[in-house]
């Protein structure tokens, strides 16, 4: 269930190991043509079946919580920056990652194959935004100063379609990036490396089958040991339902969907853990907008140089895009025209490392969520501000609060949690295998499955825990070395992450 960032390692690894493996996305399947040309097209941004609106980023408002995810087959990655780094060490060395891995050690060579498959570099030119946020570290004495983000995202010669330049030929032929900015709103040039392009691409020349327009409404447990996966498909008045079997499931619906479908199964799981709805993150972000009438951010990728202002926060330097953008109304009025609002406005995306997590509920059909610890959730961050109102003097602008802010919701683009992995069956829903306690045959490899919020962009952690993940099952048909649920753990061997995919 799930084509982003761990459904589709799932679906190239478990098809190269000889499963029969169906894909499950609620979203419709995209072409590069078929992404939006204006940010205004709502009709292929947002996803609101009710109003016929089939686009890429579902936003979910909660009482506590605003969060924007990817739907669509690419999940994530169609709405994605392609903003690709590993978390500091010190992150893994958190109460929240279960002690008994260094996972540091285990997961670098995941991150390496995960790199590689996603074709991660260097952003190869800046322009003005960039050097203003260059000057600003430098007015802030921020250690190292600026650097060009690390992203998926292929630079070949700017529109000029070439044959594969990453998998010896067996992936599409693609396009270099125009540098539009426009990268999440779905690349119209296929330059990002989103999922279509990679994973998903091979697995479906590995024989996957993927169905797009058909979401998964709940989960049972056959007596035979294997599932029953009841499905709706299409988005209009008239839905077909749909009831698949497996012996294996995988659940990939990100840390939303994925938390919502095992709380709504929980009639049908009674040994479900009571860990489920925990240790739900927002990644502790922030955003700000910084604005100057004659200011000119430059062209460029959507994210493409970034500066740590302390050792525990990240702050990223992001571009909309040429022209008026929906995202002036998200601004508290006040300053300059709105008019070209997306070549005249940086938008700093900040993220905190730190421990804070909202605890999830499903209730009245929905998920709800109420404060899991003690540390609340950003809405504001004051180093970050920093940053900003030091960018907005350099540019002769001004900073502007989001109404978000405003409003105290805190917003996150990267929801984590709420399935975390883990070795106790009491405070963590999986084991450290990725299989559902109680549940071996069920498989939650996504990102409701990390554990603690990362402090970067998360898509590259994702899809390095689902390599892990993946590389310990066994070949179809042969003896599964795992050790069974409840004793010792055991390291696996682990060639894929040694092998070319």
Known sequence: MGSGFGGSVAALRLAEKGYRVTVVETGRSWRPEDFATSAWQAQHLLWAPWLGWRGIARLRVRRRLVALMGVGVGGGSLVYAGVHYRPDAAVFREACWDPTLDWESELAPCYALAERILGTTRVPRQAAGDDMLRRTAAALGVPGGVHATRVGIHFGPAGRTVPDPFFDGRGPARAGCTECGRCTLGCRVGAKNSLDHNYLYLAQRAGAEIRPLTEARKLIPQPDGTWHVHTRHGTGITRTHTVLSAHQVVLAAGAWGTAELLHRSQPYLPHLSPALGTRTRTNREVFAAVSADGFDVGPGVAISCVLRPRPDLLVQLCRL??????????????????????????????????????????????????????????????????????????????????????????????????????????????????????????????????????GVNPALTVTALAERACATWPAAGRPDQRPAQGEPYRRVPNPTTEAAP
């Not at 406005?345 to 899991?372: K, N, Y």
């Not at 450290?432 to 069920?442: D, E, I, N």
């Open 321 to 454: 895009g040429p022209g008026t953008h929906p995202a002036a109304l998200l601004v508290r009025p006040g300053g300059s025209s709105w008019r070209d609002f997306g070549r005249r406005t940086a938008v700093l995306f900040a993220i905190e490392q730190g421990d804070s997590h909202l605890t999830s509920h499903f209730r009245r059909g929905s998920l709800t969520f109420r404060p899991g610890s003690p540390r609340p959730e950003p809405v504001r961050l004051a180093a970050a501000e920093a940053v900003a109102h030091h960018y907005a003097r350099r540019i002769g602008g001004r900073a502007a609060l989001l109404w978000n802010t405003v409003l105290r919701l805190p917003v996150t683009a990267h929801l984590l949690g709420g399935c975390p992995i883990g070795s106790r069956p009491a405070t963590s829903v999986a084991d450290l295998y990725h299989r559902v306690h109680g549940y071996p045959s069920l498989h939650v490899i996504d990102a409701s499955a990390v554990p603690g919020n990362l």
